[in-house]
């Protein structure tokens, strides 16, 4: 499967947006591209803190913000309502 354009991908973004406001989201797809393009920003920051890190020597400021990162990204994640009770090992 092919990776769509920045403009379709705006176009499905809007669409999506439209479709929850008039409440045509039956299927809740709508709900679901919304949630991942919120969540995937925290994703891509994640990815890229991870390779500063790596680059960086493994240095401690950029592992403190490596976690931080991987942090906002789990709670991202969650669900309304829903907590994180993991027990994380930094």
Sequence with gaps: MGKPT???YEAALTHAAHLREQGEDVYYMAKSLLNINYRMKYLEDVL??????????????EHAELVKSI???EEA???AGEEDNDIHPW
């Design 48 to 61: 890229a803190k991870a390779d500063l890190y790596l680059h960086s020597g493994e240095g401690a400021q």
């Design 71 to 73: 942090e906002k990204a």
């Design 6 to 8: 920045k403009k379709e």
């Design 77 to 79: 994640s969650l669900a």
